[in-house]
């Protein structure tokens, strides 16, 4: 059974900053790209951030590039999104997802585990 959890979320306030982990279990993820995904309330779910299984490669959407830093540690099966300089359009449910691939991307169709996601409000 593959489990992905979220933990993280909360209120804050615009400005502040939020960590979101994602813990995988039932397999090792240490060669599989992984990626955050959002959804905010009657939108689609859309992509924020992914990297490759080495760590070293990352991609982000143009909404959060220079705010958010994704990072994972293999030996501990833990991906991170690091939030600052929160907006009020950054509310939504956040999802930490698996890939199918070692490599980035960016489509949500190229991933095929998801956790049961973490909201995150900002308020104004």
């Known amino acids: 059974q593959v489990q992905l959890v979220e933990a993280g979320g909360g209120l804050v306030q615009v400005g502040d900053s939020l960590r979101l982990s994602c813990v995988t279990s039932?397999?090792?993820?240490?060669?599989?790209?992984m990626g955050w995904f959002r959804q905010a309330p009657g939108k689609e779910r859309e992509f924020v951030a992914a990297?490759?299984?080495?760590?070293?490669?990352?991609k982000y959407a143009d909404s959060v590039k220079g705010r958010f830093t994704i990072s994972r540690d293999n030996a501990k099966n833990t991906v991170y999104l690091q939030m600052n300089s929160l907006k009020p359009e950054d509310t939504a449910d956040y999802y930490c997802?698996?890939?199918?691939?070692?490599?980035?991307?960016?489509?949500?169709?190229?991933?095929?585990?998801w956790g049961q996601g973490t909201q995150v409000t900002v308020s104004s």
């Open positions: 997802a698996a890939a199918r691939t070692s490599q980035t991307t960016t489509s949500r169709y190229e991933y095929d585990y």
């Open positions: 039932g397999r090792t993820f240490g060669r599989v790209a």
């Open positions: 990297i490759s299984w080495t760590g070293i490669s990352t």
